[in-house]
């Protein structure tokens, strides 16, 4: 899956996205009913943005959107762990304006946002200057995170 994307799989199956910049992957995961889904956001409010018909783009209502999918695929909301990925500073920039730094504004909307719907976060891979590329596994709720020249782990 892409950008601004979202999907859900049930075990054995697993979702892939590409290259998380500055944007934040979003695992979520039912263990008891063997359920999991992504997101990959690359905005971390979607009231900061007239254009936001695309809910999968923006941290606040992507997750909300992928909670529902995952609802009606089967998941219970309260058996939902999170696990979180991105939110790089691509680039360096000589300012100390925040404003600049998506992929930081990104990491804390979504914390806000899983602390408000009383999601815990079990595991992240977030910051850096790189990218990466994830695998979140439905079988076991494993999330693969690639990057170059900082490895493979599983969180």
């Known amino acids: 899956m892409g950008m601004a994307d979202l999907n859900t799989v049930k075990a054995p199956g697993i979702l892939t996205t590409l290259g998380l910049g500055s944007c934040v992957g979003i695992a979520l995961y039912d263990k008891t009913n063997k359920i999991a889904g992504l997101v990959h956001a690359m905005l971390p409010s979607s009231k900061e943005i007239r254009n936001n018909e695309n809910k999968a783009k923006f941290v606040d209502t992507g997750i909300e959107l992928l909670i529902e999918k995952m609802v009606r695929e089967g998941a219970k909301k309260s058996n939902l762990t999170a696990k979180i990925t991105g939110g790089s500073q691509?680039?360096?920039?000589?300012?100390?304006?925040?404003?600049?730094?998506?992929?930081?504004?990104?990491?804390?909307?979504?914390?806000?946002?899983?602390?408000?719907?009383?999601?815990?976060?079990?595991?992240?891979?977030?910051?850096?200057n790189y990218g990466r590329t994830i695998e979140l596994n439905a079988e076991d709720g494993s999330l693969l995170v690639k990057t170059i020249g900082h490895g493979i782990k599983i969180i």
């Not at 730094?101 to 891979?125: C, F, H, M, P, Y």
């Open 90 to 128: 691509m680039f360096s920039f000589n300012s100390s304006s925040n404003i600049l730094n998506i992929g930081e504004r990104n990491v804390i909307a979504t914390k806000k946002k899983l602390q408000e719907l009383k999601i815990r976060i079990i595991s992240e891979d977030t910051g850096g």
